[in-house]
C-alpha cells in the first residue's frame, strides 16, 4: 500500500503522481493538499520560480465523492512557469535551431554525472528531472498519507533547527527545557502549527532574525546556504517495521526515502551523532511501567525507535540539507563539449530552501509512515485496516 511513482520535468507541462494502491473508503480532502503544497512554497531564501507558481493538485482518478475507491490514486499538478518553456521542453515537438544547449555542469548538481551516465550533450536533459521541483508531487503523495495517519491519531511535524552554522534549539532541547510545556498532543500541534507564520519554521524569533541575516548576505555575496531540520511524529503505535530484516527496519526505510530527497546528505534517529560520544548509563531511554501509561520512558534518546521499530515515543528525525548548488557566484567547470575551463551555469535559484525542504522531509515520513502502518495492519478498506488497528491495541492492553 501507499506505493507511488512520480513523473514530470520541472519546466514541462506538468507533475504526475500515482499511488500505486489505496485502501478503499480513505476520505481523501483535495483541499488539505493543497495546504500542503502551498506549506512547501513557502520559506525564506526562496528564488524567483516561488512566484510564478500556485501549486493545486488535480486529482484524476482514485476517489469518488471524495472518497478511494482502492484504486490508482492519480493526481497532476500544473507547472505554470511551462508558458516560458514551451519551444525549450517541447516533449512532441523537434528542436529548434534557436534551443542552446546547456554545457557548464553546476558542481553539486546532477548535470555532469547525469549527461556522462545517460550520454546527454544538453545538461538540461538531467537538471529537469533532478530538480527539487519534484518534491511538489511528493508532498501531495505525503498529504494523501497524512491524511490516512489522522485517521489513526498519527500526526508528523518539522521545524528548523539549523541555517548555516546558526543552530536553535532540536524538540530534545525545547522539551528539556520545560517538561510540562508539551505533556498534551494538542500544546505540541500549537507550537509546530504557529511555525508556518515565521519565515523560517524556526521557534526562536531571535535566531530566526539572525538566520535571516545570514542568507541575505549569502545571497549578496552570489552564494546559497543549507541547514538542519527536524521531523517530529506524535502518536505512533509501538511496532511499526520489524527487528527481523534490515530492509524491515522502520529506520533504513525513513533513512532511505529521506535520503531521496534533493540536498539531504545525513539523517539522524534520536540522539544520532551526539548519542555515539555518550557512556550507555547516559545514552538510552530506562524502561518504567504502571497501569495508566502501560511500558514508558522518562527520556527518548532512541527517538522512538528500538530494534528497527517504534517503540511509542515520539519519532525524532533530523535531517541534514547541503546547500544549494546553483552559485551566483559560479564556480569552477569544464565545458562538456570543448573541455575548456569554464564557469557553472546560473540558473534562476533558492538561496536556502530548508524550510521547503522541511515539509518534503514531512511527507516522506509520512509516506513511509503510512507504507509501514498499512504493512502492520493490512487490510482492503479502511474498515478492515481500522478494526485491525483497535484489535491491534488491545492485544497491547492485555499483553
Ligand atoms: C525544496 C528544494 C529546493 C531546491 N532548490 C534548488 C535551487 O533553486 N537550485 C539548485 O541548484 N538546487 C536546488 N535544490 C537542490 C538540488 O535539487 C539538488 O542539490 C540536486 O538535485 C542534486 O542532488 P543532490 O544534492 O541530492 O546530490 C533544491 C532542493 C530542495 C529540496
Ligand atoms: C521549482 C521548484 O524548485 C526549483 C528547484 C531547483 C533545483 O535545481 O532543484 C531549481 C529551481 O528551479 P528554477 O530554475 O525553475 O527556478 C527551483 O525553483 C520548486 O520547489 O517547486
Redesign the pocket.
Known amino acids: 500500500m501507499f506505493e507511488y511513482i512520480t513523473a514530470g520535468e520541472s519546466h514541462g507541462p506538468r507533475l504526475t503522481a500515482v499511488i500505486k494502491s489505496l485502501p478503499a473508503g480513505l476520505r481523501v480532502e483535495v483541499e488539505k493538499i493543497n495546504e500542503q503544497l502551498y506549506r512547501r512554497q513557502q520559506g525564506y531564501g526562496r528564488?524567483g520560480r516561488m512566484k510564478i507558481e500556485s501549486d493545486q493538485a488535480i486529482i484524476n482518478s482514485g476517489l469518488r465523492h471524495k472518497e478511494s475507491l482502492g484504486t490508482p490514486l492519480s493526481m497532476t499538478i500544473e507547472n505554470r512557469d511551462w508558458q516560458n518553456w514551451i519551444e525549450a521542453m517541447a516533449p512532441d515537438k523537434e528542436r529548434g535551431a534557436e534551443i542552446e544547449a546547456l554545457t557548464n555542469p553546476?558542481p553539486?548538481?546532477?548535470d555532469l554525472p547525469g549527461a556522462l551516465k545517460y550520454n546527454h550533450r544538453d545538461l538540461r536533459n538531467v537538471l529537469e528531472r533532478?530538480?527539487?521541483r519534484e518534491?511538489a508531487a511528493r508532498t501531495a503523495v505525503g498529504a494523501v498519507a497524512r491524511q490516512f495517519l489522522e485517521q489513526f491519531g498519527v500526526e508528523v511535524y518539522s521545524h528548523v533547527v539549523q541555517i548555516g552554522s546558526l543552530k536553535s534549539e532540536t524538540w530534545t532541547d525545547l522539551k528539556a527545557k520545560d517538561p510540562e510545556r508539551f505533556e498534551s498532543k494538542e500544546a505540541v500541534k500549537e507550537y509546530f502549527s504557529s511555525l508556518d507564520q515565521t519565515p523560517l519554521r524556526c521557534g526562536d524569533s531571535i535566531k530566526t532574525k539572525a538566520m535571516k541575516d545570514l542568507i541575505d548576505s549569502w545571497r549578496e555575496n552570489g552564494d546559497s546556504v543549507g541547514g538542519v531540520f527536524e521531523i517530529v511524529v506524535t502518536g505512533l503505535p509501538v511496532g511499526l517495521g520489524s527487528h527481523v530484516h534490515w530492509d524491515l527496519k522502520l529506520e533504513s526505510k525513513l533513512a532511505a526515502q529521506l535520503m531521496g530527497?534533493?540536498?539531504?546528505k545525513g539523517v539522524e534517529i534520536g540522539s544520532g551523532f551526539k548519542g555515539a560520544g555518550l557512556p550507555g548509563s547516559k545514552a538510552h531511554d530506562e524502561i518504567f511501567y504502571d497501569l495508566k501509561q502501560g511500558f514508558h520512558r522518562s527520556s527518548n534518546q532512541a527517538g522512538g525507535i528500538e530494534g528497527g521499530m517504534s517503540n511509542g515515543e515520539e519519532l525524532i528525525i533530523r535531517l541534514a540539507m547541503?546547500p544549494?548548488?546553483?552559485l551566483a557566484q559560479a564556480l569552477h567547470s569544464a565545458d562538456i563539449i570543448s573541455k575548456k575551463e569554464t564557469t557553472a551555469a546560473k540558473e534562476r535559484?533558492?538561496v536556502c530552501?530548508v524550510p521547503?525542504?522541511s515539509i518534503?522531509g514531512e511527507a516522506v515520513t509520512a509516506i513511509v509512515l503510512a507504507q509501514s502502518a498499512a504493512d502492520k495492519f493490512g487490510g482492503d478498506s479502511m474498515l478492515e485496516i481500522k478494526r485491525n488497528y483497535k484489535n491491534y491495541l488491545e492485544q497491547l492492553r492485555k499483553f
Not at 261 to 264: C, D, N, S, V
Open positions: 528564488g553546476r553539486g548538481h546532477a533532478a530538480s527539487a518534491t530527497i534533493q540536498a539531504i547541503k544549494i548548488p546553483t535559484s533558492d530552501a521547503a525542504a518534503v
